[in-house]
Every structure is written in structure tokens, then in C-alpha cells.
């Protein structure tokens, strides 16, 4: 009692200093953004999802009035990156585009930065998404599969005499192809090429390797041109593009194989400045322009709210996980 009576004016006077100090906050927020913002890309310039962060960019810089500039800091297994975005102000002013890379990685695992993956909300904050690229499953001709199940039946009638091309271990690519095993309960072989899928094209078109599996820049080509087949994509449901190009799901039911890059900001990022990139990002995402160009590069759209972007991660590391800890132990094994 005696502390409430000494104090007796303060709450008054705290309320008016709280009424102060909130109005030019509230004014900063009402004119958000009144400089240039930087995103943080993990990939090296030219890559498909530096490629697509500059096209959001140039999206938002048109609707913000203020230019969006990407810094490229790859290397380490997006662990540079996501130590530069991680220790930046949280005032809005920089944002972080990490691939599904940085989120999908084994904690302790061989190779793996002490600071990957990335966890939210401990680490960064869900924004939303720049883009998504479905992964595509292709055979070659010689392999006389025309469908995912016929490609399941064969692999179970051969379990391990079928090789599928990746470009390189613990890779998207990679990993997508040890998700279809799990899924179908079958036994492939890997066979890395480090060149990607340039590199393995000619062994895949002539027999010796029966599947490649990467996304629409990478095989999408060679599909359309009638060098591999496509059997189906990674995507939920069918791509209005390819319409005749199933999506996995429909005979593994559930499977989802695509890369993605996400929007996330430092901890510590005002909730009222989220919210407002977050929506104004789903607007540079129906831009007609953004789309055609998207699709020329095999990406797609994914926009959600806060909420779903962060459900959407966790998901994906649960779904992953078991692929990571199962490839790990292969590697210790050896």
C-alpha cells in the first residue's frame, strides 16, 4: 500500500509519457516504408530463387515507392545469410529469402552450420513466400514406363536395378526422390551428377539411368521436346501449364516435392509492419506481369497469411525430417 501511495501519480504521468512516445511510432507505421529495404537472398545471383526474390522486389518497389535492394550473401548452407539477416535491426528495414534449403537441414548432422536450420519463430519471424518451384519426375523413353504407377509396379519387381539421376546428395532433388521411395515403398538407385541435369541428360535419353528428377528449368525442356518422359510433378495438384502432366499426389496420395523460397524478418520485427508486408506481398504476387514471367522459370505463387506461412514451414520440417535423419545415417553407416 505504501509503495501505491508514493506512487500515486504515475500512472497518469506514465500514461501520458506511453501516449507520447506511441504517436511517433504510430506515425512511422502509418508512412512504413519511408526508405529503401534490403532482402537477403542466400543464393548466388542467377539462381532461379535470386531470379524470383528480384522480381517480388521489383513488384514492391513499385507499390512501396521505396526501392527493394537484394544483397546476395550465399555459402555455407545458407548459414552466411542467415547470420547477416539474423543479427540485423528488426525495424523493418530488412528482410531475409532463404530457401526451403535452409529450413530442411539435420541439427548436428555432418556439415550442417550450428545455426541451421532455421526454427520460427525462435530464429525469424514468417513473412510469407517469394515463390515455388515443383519438382518434375522424368523417365527415360527405354524404361517403358508411361505413368508413376507403372514406375512403382517396375521398381518392385526390381528392387535396386533402377537408377535415378539427382545432382548431389543431401540435395532437394535428391531428397525428393528418397520422399517417393519412402512413399511408394520401393528401392532406386542414386546416382549423383554434381553438373545437374545437364550433365546427366545423355545417360538418362540413352537407358543407362532411368529417372532424373529436378524442376521446369532443368528438365522441363527436355520433356516438352520429347527426349524424357514427364510422369508427374510435385506440386499438390496438376499445373494449369502442363495439364496433361499429373501431380505424384494423385497415385502417392499427400506427396508434395517442391523448393520454395520464404519471406521472414529478424525477431523483434513489429507486428503491424508483418502484417502490412505480408499482405502487400501477396499483391506483388498476383501482378500479371509477375506471374508470366514466373511461369517462364517454372515457379508459382504461394500466398498466405502470417499464420499459414508459419504453419506451412513447420509442416514441410515434419514432413522432411525423417528423409534427413534416414540419408544422415546412411552416410554415417558408410
Known sequence: MRLFLKARGTPLVAAIGLTLAAAPAALAQSTYPDRPITFISDAPPGLSSDVATRIVAEQLTVLWKQQVVVINQPGGGGSISARAASRATPDGYTFYTPSNSTFLQLKGAAGVAPNLPIEMPRDFLPVGFISVQPMLIGVSPKLNVNSVAELVALAKEKPGEIAFAATGRGRFTHLTMELFQARANVKLTFVPYTGGPAAAMNDVTTGRVGIIVDGYPGIGGAIEGGLIKG????????????????????????????????????????????????????????????????????????????????????????????????????????
Open 231 to 334: 510422369l508427374g510433378v510435385g506440386s499438390q495438384e496438376r499445373l494449369k501449364e502442363f495439364p496433361d502432366l499429373p501431380a505424384i499426389s494423385e497415385t502417392l496420395p499427400g506427396f508434395f516435392a517442391s523448393g520454395w523460397t520464404a519471406l521472414i524478418a529478424p525477431v523483434g520485427t513489429p507486428d503491424d509492419i508483418l502484417k502490412k508486408v505480408s499482405a502487400d506481398l501477396n499483391k506483388a504476387l498476383e501482378s500479371p506481369d509477375l506471374l508470366a514471367r514466373f511461369v517462364k522459370l517454372g515457379l508459382y505463387v504461394n500466398k498466405t497469411s502470417l499464420s499459414e506461412a508459419g504453419d506451412f514451414v513447420k509442416k514441410e520440417q515434419e514432413i522432411w525430417r525423417p528423409i534427413l535423419e534416414k540419408v544422415a545415417s546412411e552416410d554415417t553407416n558408410k
